[in-house]
C-alpha cells in the first residue's frame, strides 16, 4: 500500500513536468491548456523574492511554437514574474501568439526593448513596473486593459505615437507614474475614469486629450506634470480628486464642467501659471489650499452657491480682489492670507464667519465691503486681519449702519467706515420716530418675510420688491407688507426697497431666497 502511494506521487510530479511545465531551447514554459502554453521563470530562482536573477540572459526570441518531446504548444502568454529581476536581459522578441502578458512579468528587469505583438489583449498590474532602462514601447490596437502600475517608474519610457487604443477599456491607477519622457497621450472613448497618480510625475507631459466619456479624475492623477500647459476636462466629468493637478506649474487655464460640486483639497496648487478658471454654477465647495499659490490667478468668479472657502484656498494666490456671494458663509482660516496683490473684498453674505488670519499679511488690501446689517451676525476672528493695513483701508457697510461697525471689535479699527454709495446720503424721518433701520428678517429666507420698523407707522409703508435685472416682482402697502409670502418665488437675489408717503424715508436692504 505504501509502496503504490509512493508511485502515485512520483507519476503525479512526472505529470506535471512533462505536461505543465518544461524547457525549450533554455526558455521554460507553463502549461495553460491543452493546446497553449505561458512563458515562466526557472523553478527555484525564487523572482518573488525581489533579488537578481541570472538564468536568462542577453537577447530573448520566443517563438510562436514551442515543443515537449514531440507535443507541439502555442505560446499565448508571458506569464507572472517570467523575467521579472533578470539583469542581463536586454530585449525580448514576443511572436505574434502573445495575448497576454501578466504581473511582474518584466518586473525590474535589465530590459531595453521589448515588441508588444498586435495580439495582445492585456498587460497585466506591475508588468513593466521599475524597467528604468526600458525606452520606446508600441501598444497594440487589440489591448483591452493596462493593469495597475504597469510601467510605473519607467523613467525614459516613450510611447510610439502616444495614443492609447481605440479598444482600450480600463487603465489602473499608478500605470505611467513617473514615466518621466512621456510627451503626449489621447486616451480613447470608452474610458470612464482615470485612478488615482495614473500620470503623475510624467514631467514631460505636454497634451492630453480627454474622452467624452470621462467621468472621473482621480487624485492626483496629474500631480507634478509640471510641462502640462491646457487640458480640457470633458462635460460628464463629475468628480476631481484631490491633488489631480497639483504642481501643474505650466497650466494656464482651465474649465471646470457643470456638475461638479466640490474643488478638492489642492486640486490646483502650486500651478503658478494659472491665470484663467471657469467654476460651474453648481459648485458648492472650494476646499483646502485648492488654489494655493496659484500666483498668476488675478480674478476668479465664485459662483452662487458656493458655501465655504476652505482653509489656505487662494493662499499666496495673484488675486486683485475677490467677491464672494450671499450664499458664502464660511471663510476659513488663512483662505486669502498672503495675497500680495488683493485690493478688493466684496463679501455679500448677511451671516459669515471669517476664521484665524484669513486676510493675514495683505499690503495691498484697500477695501473691504460687507452686507451684513450688524456686526453681530459675524463671527470674526480677532487676527483675521493680522498685518494687512486696515488702519488705511476703507470699510463699507449696509445704509445707516457705519455707527454700529464703528464701536464693533476690530472692524473700527479700519480707517475708514462708510455706507454703500446707494445709500441717500442724508435722511429725515417722522417726528417721535426713531433711526432704526427697517429690518427684513429671516434672511436668507424659504417660506416668509417679515419686516419691522421701530417707531414708524406701518401703514405709512409700501414695500417694493425686485430681481436682479431690476424687473419689480411685488408691491406692497400697508401692514399688508410687513408679513411676505415668498414660496413663490425663484431662488436667488432680490432687494427690498422700503419707502413711504409723504414720509421722507427710503431703504433698500438685499435679500436672499433659497
Not at 31 to 45: D, I, N, P, R
Not at 116 to 138: D, H
Not at 169 to 184: D, H, M, P, R, T
Not at 253 to 270: A, D, K, L, R
Request: aromatic share 12%; glycine share 6%.
Amino acid at each position: 500500500m505504501k509502496k503504490t502511494f509512493i508511485l502515485f506521487l512520483l507519476s503525479a510530479v512526472y505529470s506535471v513536468h512533462a505536461f505543465a511545465y518544461f524547457e525549450y531551447n533554455g526558455i521554460y514554459y507553463w502549461e495553460s491548456s491543452e493546446t497553449t502554453v505561458k512563458v515562466t521563470y526557472k523553478l527555484g530562482a525564487a523572482p518573488f523574492s525581489g533579488e537578481r536573477n541570472h538564468y536568462y540572459s542577453g537577447d530573448i526570441v520566443i517563438p510562436e511554437t514551442v515543443y515537449d518531446g514531440e507535443k507541439a504548444y502555442t505560446v499565448t502568454g508571458v506569464g507572472d514574474h517570467a523575467f521579472a529581476y533578470t539583469e542581463n536581459v536586454t530585449s525580448v522578441v514576443l511572436p505574434e501568439s502573445i495575448e497576454h502578458i501578466e504581473y511582474f512579468a518584466f518586473r525590474s528587469s535589465a530590459l531595453t526593448s521589448v515588441n508588444i505583438p498586435s495580439s495582445v489583449k492585456t498587460l497585466g498590474n506591475s508588468a513593466f513596473q521599475q524597467c528604468a532602462n526600458l525606452y520606446l514601447i508600441s501598444l497594440p490596437e487589440a489591448l483591452e486593459s493596462i493593469g495597475s502600475y504597469c510601467f510605473f517608474d519607467c523613467a525614459i519610457l516613450k510611447l510610439s505615437n502616444g495614443v492609447l487604443s481605440s479598444a482600450l477599456k480600463s487603465i489602473g491607477v499608478y500605470a505611467f507614474y513617473g514615466c518621466k519622457e512621456l510627451e503626449q497621450i489621447v486616451i480613447p472613448e470608452g474610458i470612464t475614469s482615470i485612478g488615482e497618480l495614473t500620470f503623475s510625475g510624467c514631467s514631460k507631459l505636454t497634451s492630453v486629450s480627454l474622452p467624452g466619456t470621462l467621468k472621473s479624475i482621480g487624485e492626483q492623477a496629474f500631480v507634478f506634470c509640471t510641462d502640462l500647459t491646457e487640458i480640457f476636462i470633458p462635460p460628464q466629468v463629475n468628480s476631481i480628486g484631490k491633488l489631480a493637478f497639483r504642481y501643474c506649474t505650466k497650466l494656464t487655464s482651465v474649465e471646470i464642467p457643470e456638475g461638479i460640486t466640490s474643488i478638492q483639497n489642492n486640486t490646483f496648487e502650486g500651478c503658478s501659471n494659472l491665470s484663467s478658471v471657469i467654476l460651474p454654477s453648481t459648485l458648492d465647495t472650494i476646499g483646502q489650499d485648492a488654489f494655493r499659490t496659484t500666483t498668476a490667478l488675478q480674478t476668479i468668479t465664485i459662483p452662487y452657491g458656493v458655501q465655504s472657502i476652505g482653509q489656505m484656498a487662494f493662499y499666496r494666490s495673484g488675486l486683485k480682489s475677490v467677491v464672494l456671494p450671499e450664499t458664502v458663509v464660511e471663510i476659513a482660516r488663512l483662505s486669502f492670507a498672503e495675497c500680495a496683490s488683493l485690493a478688493s473684498v466684496d463679501i455679500q453674505a448677511p451671516v459669515v464667519s471669517i476664521g484665524e488670519h484669513a486676510f493675514w499679511k495683505n499690503p495691498s488690501l484697500d477695501q473691504f465691503s460687507l452686507a451684513s446689517q450688524s456686526p453681530g451676525n459675524i463671527t470674526l476672528a480677532s487676527n483675521a486681519f493680522s498685518d494687512s493695513p486696515i488702519s488705511t483701508a476703507t470699510l463699507w457697510v449696509p445704509c445707516f449702519t457705519n455707527s454700529l461697525y464703528a464701536s464693533a471689535t476690530t472692524w473700527r479699527s479700519f480707517g475708514s467706515i462708510q455706507n454703500k454709495s446707494d445709500c441717500e446720503t442724508t435722511t429725515t424721518f417722522p417726528v417721535n420716530s426713531t433711526t432704526q433701520t427697517p429690518l427684513v428678517y429671516p434672511n436668507p429666507a424659504t417660506t416668509t418675510v417679515n419686516l419691522h420698523i421701530e417707531g414708524v407707522d406701518l401703514n405709512l409703508l409700501t414695500v417694493t420688491i425686485t430681481d436682479m435685472q431690476g424687473r419689480i416682482v411685488a408691491k406692497l402697502k400697508g401692514k399688508d407688507a410687513t408679513s411676505i409670502d415668498v414660496t413663490h418665488y425663484t431662488k436667488g437675489v432680490y432687494f427690498v426697497r422700503v419707502s413711504g408717503e409723504n414720509l421722507f424715508f427710503e431703504q433698500t436692504e438685499k435679500l436672499i431666497i433659497m
